[in-house]
T-cell receptor, first 111, second 110 residues
Framework: RKEVEQDPGPFNVPEGATVAFNCTYS??????FFWYRQDCRKEPKLLMS???SGNEDGRFTAQLNRASQYISLLIRDSKLSDSATYLC????????????FGKGTTLSVSS | ETGVTQTPRHLVMGMTNKKSLKCEQH?????MYWYKQSAKKPLELMFV???????ENNSVPSRFSPECPNSSHLFLHLHTLQPEDSALYLC?????????FGEGSRLTVL
Protein backbone atom coordinates (compact mmCIF):
# COMPACT_ATOMS: atom_id res chain seq x y z
CA ARG A 1 0.00 0.00 0.00
CA LYS A 2 1.33 3.44 -0.92
CA GLU A 3 2.04 5.77 1.98
CA VAL A 4 -0.34 8.45 0.77
CA GLU A 5 -3.05 7.78 -1.81
CA GLN A 6 -5.39 10.28 -3.40
CA ASP A 7 -8.32 10.25 -5.78
CA PRO A 8 -6.76 10.09 -9.23
CA GLY A 9 -8.92 12.82 -10.77
CA PRO A 10 -9.04 14.95 -12.80
CA PHE A 11 -12.11 16.66 -11.45
CA ASN A 12 -13.81 18.94 -13.97
CA VAL A 13 -16.51 21.08 -12.36
CA PRO A 14 -18.45 24.25 -13.22
CA GLU A 15 -18.04 27.46 -11.26
CA GLY A 16 -20.06 27.39 -8.07
CA ALA A 17 -19.88 23.62 -7.65
CA THR A 18 -18.89 21.86 -4.45
CA VAL A 19 -16.11 19.33 -4.83
CA ALA A 20 -14.49 16.93 -2.36
CA PHE A 21 -11.09 15.27 -2.48
CA ASN A 22 -10.14 12.21 -0.45
CA CYS A 23 -6.82 10.94 0.76
CA THR A 24 -5.79 7.83 2.71
CA TYR A 25 -2.51 7.24 4.51
CA SER A 26 -0.83 4.03 5.60
CA UNK A 27 1.19 5.06 8.67
CA UNK A 28 -1.14 4.95 11.66
CA UNK A 29 1.44 6.82 13.74
CA UNK A 30 1.29 9.90 11.52
CA UNK A 31 0.56 13.06 13.45
CA UNK A 32 0.60 15.94 10.99
CA PHE A 33 -1.57 16.38 7.94
CA PHE A 34 -1.76 19.11 5.33
CA TRP A 35 -3.30 20.05 2.04
CA TYR A 36 -1.08 21.81 -0.49
CA ARG A 37 -1.98 23.44 -3.74
CA GLN A 38 0.29 23.37 -6.79
CA ASP A 39 -0.33 25.45 -9.88
CA CYS A 40 1.08 24.36 -13.21
CA ARG A 41 4.89 24.68 -13.29
CA LYS A 42 4.94 26.30 -9.85
CA GLU A 43 6.04 25.12 -6.45
CA PRO A 44 3.54 23.62 -3.97
CA LYS A 45 2.07 26.06 -1.48
CA LEU A 46 0.51 25.27 1.85
CA LEU A 47 -3.27 25.53 1.63
CA MET A 48 -4.19 24.43 5.12
CA SER A 49 -3.24 22.15 7.96
CA UNK A 50 -5.71 19.43 8.96
CA UNK A 51 -6.64 19.20 12.62
CA UNK A 52 -8.30 16.34 14.45
CA SER A 53 -11.45 18.36 15.07
CA GLY A 54 -11.69 19.43 11.44
CA ASN A 55 -11.09 22.98 10.32
CA GLU A 56 -12.46 25.51 7.93
CA ASP A 57 -10.88 28.39 6.06
CA GLY A 58 -13.41 30.32 4.03
CA ARG A 59 -14.71 28.03 1.29
CA PHE A 60 -12.31 25.24 2.25
CA THR A 61 -13.01 22.58 4.88
CA ALA A 62 -10.57 19.87 5.91
CA GLN A 63 -11.49 16.75 7.87
CA LEU A 64 -9.42 14.02 9.51
CA ASN A 65 -10.63 10.53 10.40
CA ARG A 66 -7.86 8.79 12.31
CA ALA A 67 -9.71 5.50 12.67
CA SER A 68 -10.02 5.14 8.91
CA GLN A 69 -6.71 6.93 8.22
CA TYR A 70 -8.53 9.27 5.90
CA ILE A 71 -8.33 13.00 5.14
CA SER A 72 -10.68 15.06 3.04
CA LEU A 73 -10.80 18.52 1.51
CA LEU A 74 -14.10 20.14 0.60
CA ILE A 75 -14.24 23.20 -1.65
CA ARG A 76 -17.53 25.08 -1.78
CA ASP A 77 -18.59 27.59 -4.43
CA SER A 78 -15.66 26.74 -6.72
CA LYS A 79 -13.92 29.60 -8.50
CA LEU A 80 -11.95 29.54 -11.73
CA SER A 81 -8.89 30.38 -9.66
CA ASP A 82 -9.28 27.15 -7.69
CA SER A 83 -8.04 25.22 -10.74
CA ALA A 84 -4.84 23.53 -9.60
CA THR A 85 -3.48 20.25 -8.30
CA TYR A 86 -4.25 19.53 -4.65
CA LEU A 87 -1.67 17.51 -2.75
CA CYS A 88 -2.36 15.53 0.42
CA UNK A 89 0.65 15.52 2.74
CA UNK A 90 1.32 13.36 5.80
CA UNK A 91 4.27 13.22 8.13
CA UNK A 92 6.06 9.88 8.34
CA UNK A 93 8.19 10.15 11.42
CA UNK A 94 7.92 11.08 15.07
CA UNK A 95 9.75 14.34 14.62
CA UNK A 96 7.33 15.32 11.90
CA UNK A 97 10.19 16.38 9.68
CA UNK A 98 9.65 13.94 6.83
CA UNK A 99 6.48 14.91 5.02
CA UNK A 100 5.24 12.48 2.37
CA PHE A 101 3.20 13.73 -0.56
CA GLY A 102 0.39 12.09 -2.46
CA LYS A 103 0.38 12.23 -6.26
CA GLY A 104 -2.19 14.99 -6.19
CA THR A 105 -5.65 15.47 -7.61
CA THR A 106 -6.15 17.90 -10.44
CA LEU A 107 -9.13 20.22 -10.32
CA SER A 108 -10.35 22.17 -13.32
CA VAL A 109 -13.09 24.72 -12.75
CA SER A 110 -14.79 26.04 -15.87
CA SER A 111 -17.19 28.92 -16.49
CA GLU B 1 7.98 36.41 -3.67
CA THR B 2 9.26 33.58 -1.54
CA GLY B 3 11.23 33.16 1.67
CA VAL B 4 13.06 30.24 0.05
CA THR B 5 15.30 31.04 -2.90
CA GLN B 6 16.75 28.46 -5.27
CA THR B 7 19.41 28.86 -7.92
CA PRO B 8 19.75 28.15 -10.71
CA ARG B 9 16.15 28.02 -11.84
CA HIS B 10 17.09 25.99 -14.91
CA LEU B 11 20.09 23.75 -15.50
CA VAL B 12 21.11 21.60 -18.44
CA MET B 13 24.03 19.27 -17.90
CA GLY B 14 25.74 16.33 -19.49
CA MET B 15 26.15 13.02 -17.73
CA THR B 16 29.83 13.69 -16.99
CA ASN B 17 29.34 17.20 -15.58
CA LYS B 18 29.49 18.27 -11.96
CA LYS B 19 27.09 21.00 -10.86
CA SER B 20 25.43 22.20 -7.68
CA LEU B 21 21.99 23.44 -6.77
CA LYS B 22 21.74 26.09 -4.09
CA CYS B 23 18.95 26.88 -1.68
CA GLU B 24 18.70 29.72 0.83
CA GLN B 25 15.88 30.33 3.28
CA HIS B 26 15.17 33.66 4.94
CA UNK B 27 12.48 32.41 7.32
CA UNK B 28 14.59 31.43 10.32
CA UNK B 29 13.46 27.81 10.05
CA UNK B 30 15.44 24.91 11.52
CA UNK B 31 14.69 22.21 8.97
CA MET B 32 15.52 22.12 5.27
CA TYR B 33 14.64 19.56 2.64
CA TRP B 34 15.34 18.44 -0.89
CA TYR B 35 12.44 16.96 -2.86
CA LYS B 36 12.40 15.63 -6.42
CA GLN B 37 9.34 16.08 -8.62
CA SER B 38 9.15 14.04 -11.82
CA ALA B 39 6.27 14.05 -14.27
CA LYS B 40 3.32 11.87 -13.23
CA LYS B 41 4.92 11.02 -9.88
CA PRO B 42 4.40 12.36 -6.36
CA LEU B 43 7.04 14.55 -4.82
CA GLU B 44 9.83 12.32 -3.56
CA LEU B 45 11.60 13.24 -0.35
CA MET B 46 15.37 13.04 -0.84
CA PHE B 47 17.07 14.56 2.20
CA VAL B 48 16.14 16.26 5.44
CA UNK B 49 18.39 18.44 7.56
CA UNK B 50 17.41 19.54 11.04
CA UNK B 51 19.67 22.09 12.72
CA UNK B 52 22.31 21.37 10.01
CA UNK B 53 22.31 17.63 10.78
CA UNK B 54 21.06 15.17 8.20
CA UNK B 55 18.12 13.29 9.65
CA GLU B 56 16.75 11.59 6.54
CA ASN B 57 18.37 10.10 3.47
CA ASN B 58 15.63 8.46 1.51
CA SER B 59 17.77 5.88 -0.32
CA VAL B 60 19.07 8.49 -2.71
CA PRO B 61 21.88 7.42 -5.10
CA SER B 62 25.33 8.69 -4.18
CA ARG B 63 25.50 10.77 -7.36
CA PHE B 64 23.39 13.24 -5.34
CA SER B 65 25.36 14.70 -2.46
CA PRO B 66 23.74 17.20 -0.06
CA GLU B 67 25.54 19.78 2.00
CA CYS B 68 24.12 21.96 4.75
CA PRO B 69 26.73 24.43 6.05
CA ASN B 70 24.22 26.26 8.26
CA SER B 71 20.49 26.39 8.95
CA SER B 72 19.89 28.88 6.15
CA HIS B 73 21.73 27.23 3.28
CA LEU B 74 21.39 23.89 1.57
CA PHE B 75 23.22 22.56 -1.47
CA LEU B 76 22.71 19.57 -3.69
CA HIS B 77 25.89 18.55 -5.48
CA LEU B 78 25.34 16.61 -8.68
CA HIS B 79 27.82 14.39 -10.53
CA THR B 80 27.59 11.70 -13.20
CA LEU B 81 23.84 12.01 -13.38
CA GLN B 82 21.59 9.94 -15.63
CA PRO B 83 18.88 11.19 -18.02
CA GLU B 84 16.21 9.79 -15.67
CA ASP B 85 17.43 12.27 -13.05
CA SER B 86 15.88 15.06 -15.12
CA ALA B 87 13.22 16.58 -12.89
CA LEU B 88 12.24 19.59 -10.84
CA TYR B 89 14.27 19.74 -7.62
CA LEU B 90 12.48 21.57 -4.86
CA CYS B 91 14.02 22.91 -1.71
CA UNK B 92 11.82 23.58 1.31
CA UNK B 93 12.13 24.73 4.90
CA UNK B 94 9.89 24.26 7.90
CA UNK B 95 9.57 24.97 11.57
CA UNK B 96 7.04 22.91 13.54
CA UNK B 97 4.64 22.65 10.69
CA UNK B 98 4.10 22.86 7.00
CA UNK B 99 6.72 23.25 4.35
CA UNK B 100 7.61 26.41 2.50
CA PHE B 101 9.01 25.67 -0.93
CA GLY B 102 11.35 27.48 -3.24
CA GLU B 103 10.40 27.83 -6.89
CA GLY B 104 12.55 24.85 -7.80
CA SER B 105 15.49 24.12 -10.07
CA ARG B 106 14.47 22.41 -13.28
CA LEU B 107 17.23 20.01 -14.25
CA THR B 108 17.71 18.41 -17.64
CA VAL B 109 20.39 15.73 -18.02
CA LEU B 110 21.45 15.04 -21.58
Amino acid sequence: RKEVEQDPGPFNVPEGATVAFNCTYSNSASQSFFWYRQDCRKEPKLLMSVYSSGNEDGRFTAQLNRASQYISLLIRDSKLSDSATYLCVVNSNQAGTALIFGKGTTLSVSS
Amino acid sequence: ETGVTQTPRHLVMGMTNKKSLKCEQHLGHNAMYWYKQSAKKPLELMFVYNFKEQTENNSVPSRFSPECPNSSHLFLHLHTLQPEDSALYLCASSQDGGLFFGEGSRLTVL
